[in-house]
């Protein structure tokens, strides 16, 4: 859904999958995230001033996460290589 201009995503648990799982969601990896602590956080939108499509420090922080990734799926198929 959008709001404000955002789009904006509800997780909840539906049915009987809800009395079967747990879901535990951890925000160690999105703590240092540009937008956490940007000033212009309630600006920011599609197709506004301040857009996350163009936005250059989400991007930086998204390239950064990537590598970050990689390292951590290189690293782990060495390890299983032996
Ligand atoms: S996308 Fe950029 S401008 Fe928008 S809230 Fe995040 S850091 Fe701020």
Redesign the pocket.
Known sequence: MTVGGRKTYKLYPVGAAAARFTVQVGVASILDI??AT?P??LE?GAGGF?D?ST?A??ELWLRREAARLRQTQQAQQAQQAG
């Open positions: 540009p937008c940007c212009h956080l920011c301040y996350p936005c420090l989400l």
